[in-house]
């Protein structure tokens, strides 16, 4: 009985039938494995304060691989509504063909103007001047250009081993989400917002749809009845209703075991332009205001809006949609802030509060672009107070007019959300 040092490497054999005898290996062997990864972290440590480029190119190296990063997107140019493509790499690779093509033309006329000029050569070399002005004119431009960009690659960041996420650009919205809805896509400035909100029959969350309407600026809410004497207004009066008073955008929250199940964004649109589309979200984990640690009490200013990750056709149709529900022009007097943040589909919905606070004497200042100290930052941190109500949503189904009922036509649904869409977990919607 014993154990037996084997000359590959510190670990040690455990195999005896003596129970401390086994305790003891296992120490030993833990302390030596611990001793050799200090001493090879050190030893790295060393190599790579001598020679930088060996850390960044193990950090480039040791990157996660999450789920994100296995992403796929279908092939092809196609940016219709269903297509999963991301608009900005394909928004890149037409103006890098653009470019390209641009370049080859570019060529093309300089070879004939060189065939050109072979000809006029003769008959010119006596009268052509060289010219002190234009080649001074011409090193100075050069010197200018060799500033500016020095200057962008000092201002230039490094890449962050953790990117944040790209915030969504609705400039890159494709024509033929245009052509599909031009209410919400116009060139003219969005009409303020004035929101109704209401709920289903015989709904018992009347508590939770007020904290709905709380969040969104210019809004009201009411309640609907369902009493047995009463009218049970159907959600395209509701529509007409709201529509006939100014209204902009009919919200419809759905119950299901007295908790927030499901939205329905009714955009009603102008006058004389049939309301629709209406987007269907599911609602989980809905968490209200007072039942958040630490929370803070919403005021009365208009938030900023944040909206992060939406990055296809189906994905900007959605951020549209949830953009125009709040004022173009917030109040950064409030402070107050709405993300909508995307990711694997589920839409997390956060309503926060920016918080200045003193910096701690461990805390370092914050530094600029270019590695100093901003001004007028010293011993300034800020921070995240969370209001509420916190909730994460889901896109179901997109219908042209009213809800599933109000939607007429061959294209009456835009797109449907099915289960099948989730058989490959690397493949997502928005």
């Known amino acids: 009985m014993g154990f037996a040092r084997t000359g590959g490497g510190p670990s040690l054999s455990k195999k005896t039938s003596n129970k401390l005898r086994r305790k003891d290996l296992y120490v030993q062997n833990k302390k030596a494995a611990n001793k050799a990864r200090h001493e090879e972290r050190h030893r790295r440590r060393r190599e790579e304060n001598k020679d930088p480029e060996l850390r960044k190119e193990r950090l480039a190296k040791n990157q996660t691989i999450t789920i994100e990063k296995k992403r796929v997107w279908d092939e092809g140019d196609d940016d219709s509504l269903g297509a999963v493509v991301d608009l900005a790499a394909l928004k890149r690779r037409k103006l890098e063909e653009e470019a390209a093509a641009a370049e080859q033309g570019d060529e093309d006329m300089e070879e004939d103007d060189d065939e050109e000029g072979d000809d006029q050569r003769d008959d010119d070399v006596d009268s052509m001047l060289g010219s002190d002005d234009d080649e001074a004119e011409d090193d100075e431009d050069d010197e200018e250009d060799r500033k500016e960009k020095a200057q962008r690659k000092r201002a230039q960041r490094q890449p962050s081993v953790a990117p944040s996420t790209t915030s969504t650009n609705l400039d890159l919205t494709p024509d033929s989400l245009m052509r599909q809805f031009p209410n919400l896509f116009t060139d003219e400035p969005p009409p303020m917002p004035k929101i109704l909100v209401t709920t289903s029959l015989n709904a018992t969350i009347h508590k939770e749809a007020q904290e709905i309407a709380a969040v969104l600026p ?12 009463g009218h049970k207004y159907s959600v395209r009066e509701i529509a007409k209703f709201a529509k006939n008073r100014g209204y902009t955008t009919l919200i419809v929250v759905h119950e299901d075991l007295k908790r927030p199940h499901a939205l329905s964004v009714i955009h009603l649109n102008g006058e004389d332009v049939p309301p629709g589309p209406t987007l269907t979200y599911s609602v989980r984990n809905y968490l209200p205001g007072k039942a958040l640690l630490g929370h803070g ?4 200013h208009y938030p900023e809006l944040l909206l992060n ?3 296809t056709p189906l994905g900007l149709l959605a951020a549209k949609s949830m953009e125009t529900m709040f004022p173009s022009k917030p109040e950064i007097v409030g402070r107050q802030v709405v993300t909508l943040h995307n990711q694997r589909d589920y839409i997390f919905f956060r309503r926060h509060r920016y918080v200045f606070r003193e910096a701690k004497s461990t805390e370092k200042n914050v530094v600029d672009v270019d590695g100093s100290e901003m001004k007028g930052m010293q ?3 800020a921070g995240l107070q ?5 909730m994460t949503l889901k896109l179901r189904r997109v219908d042209k007019g009213i809800g599933r009922a109000g939607s007429e036509g061959d294209d009456a649904l835009k797109w449907e959300w099915k289960a099948k869409m989730e058989k490959k977990r690397t493949r997502f919607n928005l």
């Open 386 to 390: 969370e209001i509420g109500p916190r």
């Open 297 to 300: 009490n919403p005021t009365n």
């Open 309 to 311: 990750n939406f990055k």
């Open 379 to 381: 011993g300034i941190r």
């Open 218 to 229: 210019n809004s009201e809410y009411i309640r609907r009845s369902g009493h047995r004497w």
